[in-house]
């Protein structure tokens, strides 16, 4: 190792962190030939270990904690939770504000602050991690720049791009004071009825660990204490992507093992060579087991197979939600012994749960009944506390007071942030079709925008935007700044331009360009219902046929989280309907990248990340299923 920290595979017990063999991490490493996970330097582990003999049990499994800065009836958690509870963490889930009404930077900025210095009375001193998803950008934060969801950057199939999206993500969380991001989620999705796919790069566990990796280096800008850099968290571990039917938080029982861990477990891989410190295990199950309290997968295949020498952050209550155990106090101990090492819990800091959702101090009295139950008990706990440490020293937190970055602060949604943004808008967009419409001529009268997208920053930016399930869903009153189709399309053409979102009015004109597609969701919400095949709206589908009937040639831009069927109930194909189409997933906020690509500044280069299923029956489709699709994997088409 580079340095000079030795990995021995095979060595220490149960994948535990330690420095016994002097300063040599004793967690494993599979031989794999060139695999090489990331290990902390032997200073943060000898740091933290020191640490962690100075502290007392309630400072340990305070460490462990990671509380919701509002609870699930959004009571706010008050800062001095963080200094009673000796807190590690706080997180604002997708729902969760520093007021109802204000989501502007400077509210997010003083909320943050008033936690972090909250930490600084701890002695001895600990520092704080504050998470934020951030799944396509710093995207809670009103005015910051939204980046296309992960699906869009996975047709870019561009590494430096998705690291210097993922930078500029780290440059805006930190202009708010938030140093942990929940992403990147690496895991391949299978079957497009999941409500999560377009968070996924890819069906194909190559691309998507070759993008979560860049996604990983860019967050964390090369390596964690980098100067401007955030710690990324790996996500959701794994199998997320491949249940049953697509179900969200579901089972994996189609794949054997050696599938399993093609598919589901090597993105990791590549993401802890590029030195992730943190990974979330996923809600979901392998063959009835949930990860969140699987030994074999957390601890035996990820701490000591595959070497991860960071932490594990439980998902949002997932611990509260193990159905292999009634009583909280089993749930926890099930869940550590296999290897989480920090909770995230949405209870408040005080409260008694009535649901999941357990409190700071249900974590506590939990943690401390494990911790004193056994001598084994306490080591896991000083390994989990010991990791987290180490991280935290890795990021110089235990160094000294952090504060905001006022130049990072301004900087927050800059033209040069919205200017790579575009880029990878228009580097993700696929052509499925086009019958020489496309560049659209900027020499003709009149160009009618219309559809349910054409001016919808909502519709273009998808779940996890502003608010969990993103703009104009409850709890999130607030617009961003951005830059609609219908917006984009006025700056760049200078003819007469109208515009519906019906599809009606394209008569006069002589071109229209009509965007369509999903309306945001996220996670379970995002399930198709009764196991159907995503599908266009019957809205979409009348809106495309009132241009079509108007006799207008005219280009389908279509937003959508995951391939969609495009044939209507009376087997009329939108596809066929138009000149020309384009897949545009959810780029975020920059719809000039679209103009960009619909009137020929930029040639398209954008290929399909997951093939295009023809019929409803067809899915799940992947590469090597032997179907023919509608649209191959790889599959985009250029302009001369
Ligand atoms: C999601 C995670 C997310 C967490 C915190 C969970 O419901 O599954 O992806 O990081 O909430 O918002
Ligand atoms: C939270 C999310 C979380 C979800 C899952 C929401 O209320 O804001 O972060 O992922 O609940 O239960």
Not at 198 to 221: C, R, Y
Not at 449 to 458: E, H, I, K, N, Y
Not at 502 to 511: C, E, I, P, R
């Amino acid at each position: 190792m580079s340095t000079g920290v030795s990995s021995a595979t095979g060595g220490g017990s149960g994948g535990q962190l330690s420095t016994s063999t002097g300063g040599s991490i004793a967690t494993g490493g599979q031989s794999i030939v060139g695999y090489k996970p990331w290990t902390p330097s032997a200073a943060c582990v000898q740091k933290a270990s020191a640490l962690v003999e100075q502290q007392s049990v309630a400072q340990r499994v305070g460490q462990m904690t990671q509380v919701n800065s509002s609870d699930t009836k959004q009571v706010a958690v008050s800062p001095s939770a963080v200094t009673s509870g000796f807190l590690g963490s706080v997180l604002s889930g997708g729902s969760t504000y520093p007021s109802a009404n204000d989501i502007s930077v400077s509210a997010w900025t003083s909320m943050i602050t008033s936690y972090v210095d909250a930490s600084k009375n701890a002695s001895p001193h600990v520092g704080l991690l504050f998470g934020l998803d951030s799944v396509h950008g710093n995207d809670k934060v009103k005015g910051s720049v939204m980046f296309p969801h992960n699906i869009g950057l996975g047709a870019t199939r561009n590494e430096q791009l998705v690291e210097n999206v993922t930078r500029i993500t780290a440059l805006e969380m930190l202009g708010v004071g938030a140093n942990w991001a929940f992403a990147p989620a690496v895991g391949a999705a299978r079957d497009i009825r999941w409500g999560r796919t377009f968070e996924s790069f890819s069906s194909e566990p190559d691309l998507a660990s070759q993008l979560g990796a860049a996604a990983v280096k860019g967050l964390q800008n090369g390596k964690l204490g980098a100067t401007q850099s955030v710690l990324a968290c790996a996500k959701h571990f794994a199998g997320d992507g491949a249940t049953d039917g697509g179900k969200n938080t579901g089972d994996v029982t189609l794949l054997d093992e050696a599938a399993f861990r093609k598919i589901a477990v090597d993105p990791y891989r590549a993401s802890i060579a590029a030195g992730v410190g943190s990974i979330m295990p996923s809600y979901s199950s392998y063959k009835g087991e949930q990860m969140t309290n699987s030994k074999k997968w957390l601890t035996d295949v990820l701490k000591t197979e595959l070497g991860f020498a960071g932490f594990l952050i439980s998902d949002w209550d997932a611990v509260g939600r193990l159905t292999s155990k009634t009583v909280w106090n089993d749930q926890v101990a099930a869940a550590v012994s296999a290897g989480i090492d920090m909770l995230m819990v949405s209870g408040g800091a005080t409260g008694t749960a009535t649901t999941s959702a357990h409190s700071a101090a249900e974590v506590a009295s939990a943690l401390t009944a494990f911790n004193n139950a056994s001598q084994a008990n306490a080591v896991r706990v000083k390994d989990a506390v010991t990791r987290i440490l180490t991280i935290k020293c890795e990021m110089g937190l235990l160094d000294g007071d952090t504060s905001v970055d006022a130049s990072l602060t301004s900087a927050i949604g800059s033209a040069e942030h919205r200017a790579v943004a575009r880029d990878a808008v228009r580097q993700s967009l696929v052509v499925l079709k086009n019958d020489g419409i496309l560049p659209l001529s900027d020499s003709v009268a009149h160009i009618h925008v219309t559809g349910s997208g054409a001016d919808s920053l909502a519709k273009q930016c998808g779940g996890w935007t502003l608010g969990w399930q993103g703009m104009g869903t409850t709890g999130v009153t607030s617009t961003n700044v951005g830059t609609t189709v219908l917006a984009a399309v006025k700056k760049r053409y200078t003819g007469t331009v109208t515009s519906s979102t019906d599809g009606s009015g394209a008569t006069d004109a002589n071109l229209a360009i009509v965007v369509v597609g999903e309306s945001p969701y996220a996670e379970t919400q995002g399930d198709t219902k009764n196991g159907a095949a995503p599908t266009l709206t019957s809205q979409d589908f009348a809106a495309i046929a009132a241009v079509k009937a108007a006799n207008v040639p005219f280009v389908v831009v279509l937003f959508s989280g995951r391939p969609l069927m495009l044939t209507d109930a009376n087997n009329v194909s939108a596809l066929d309907e138009s000149n020309a189409f384009i897949a545009a997933w959810l780029p975020g906020t920059e719809g000039d990248g679209i103009a960009d690509v619909l009137f020929g500044d930029y040639k398209p280069t954008g290929k399909l990340s997951f093939a295009w299923p023809a019929t409803a029956s067809q899915i799940p489709l992947n590469v090597g299923d032997g179907t023919t699709p509608l649209f191959a994997y790889g599959f985009g088409l250029t302009y001369p």
